[in-house]
């Protein structure tokens, strides 16, 4: 008879490696628990920052290497970062806990689970997108947009974040255009006052074309939707992608609860609707998708799950 090699089991497994899963790892790890961080790719969109001047204890970083100190303070601890594996399936076991599967055939056992998957952004798929990210390409305002004050920036998207991250960046740049396939949907009073700012101008009916320039983002050539003779360039500094984005959470298959927007819904403890299951970060319902508040959701993850087990 052939027995099958049983997966090897830990005493939490944090599905995602971005700011949320790592300080989660490390805080676990600290506690004496045996810890895995299972990712495609250690880092998570933090990592794409060219700059960061808003994480506490750093007046500025750059994402990839705030992330790699990040990488290197949880394996200080013991943290077995298990990179190069997209989680497929989460299942709950016979034996108690949770079966953690990847794409890749990695087959890990959990006492308990925190999932910090962040947020898959909604690209555009133009020439210079993926090229210029971090070069004048950013699709968080919130994080960016203080290092173009007194320029000329671009918002791209329909709805009412892209009205938001526009007024925002109105304080700050020298101008400010908002580019929308279609009529922007917002409340009226958002709309008003995108209306009567004279730092913003209004591009409806334009769609991309591409992202201009070489080292740093120098302009945006737009087309009026469905006509690509009507092409024109604009020069900008920058441009902020606001078109949404999406939870990376659909591996749970319904295994805990999410809002209507895919969010895994958490209490003030970061504990999901299945018993042993936390989350933290972007992937959530919480407030504020920052790298410094998904640091401290995984922080409070870890001690939450680590008080689980020890009831368990």
Known sequence: MIETAQPESYDIVIVGGGPAGLTAGMYAARQGLKVAVVAGEIGGQAAWAERIENYMGWQLVTGRDLVKRFREHAERFGVNTLEGHLVNAIVSAEVGGFDVFSREGLSVHARALIIATGRAVQRLAVPGELELL???????????????????????????????????????????????????????????????????????GMTVVSIEGTDRVTGLTLAARGDSETAETIPVDAVFIETGSLPASEFTGGLVATNDRGEIV???????????????????????????????????????????????
């Open 134 to 204: 971090g070069h004048g390409v950013s699709y968080c305002a919130t994080c960016d947009g203080a290092f173009f004050a007194g320029k000329h920036v671009a918002i791209v998207g329909p709805g009412e974040s892209a009205g938001v991250a526009t007024l925002q960046l109105a304080n700050l740049a020298s101008s400010v255009t908002l580019v929308s396939e279609r009529p922007l949907k917002a409340p009226e009073p958002l709309m008003a006052r995108l209306a009567r700012d004279p730092a913003i101008t209004q591009r409806t």
């Open 266 to 312: 958490t209490d003030r403890d970061a504990a999901t609707s299945v018993p042993g299951i936390f989350a933290a970060g972007d992937v959530t319902d919480g407030l504020g998708k920052q790298v410094i508040i998904a640091a401290g959701e995984g922080a409070r993850a870890a001690v939450a799950a680590d008080r689980w087990l020890q009831r368990t």
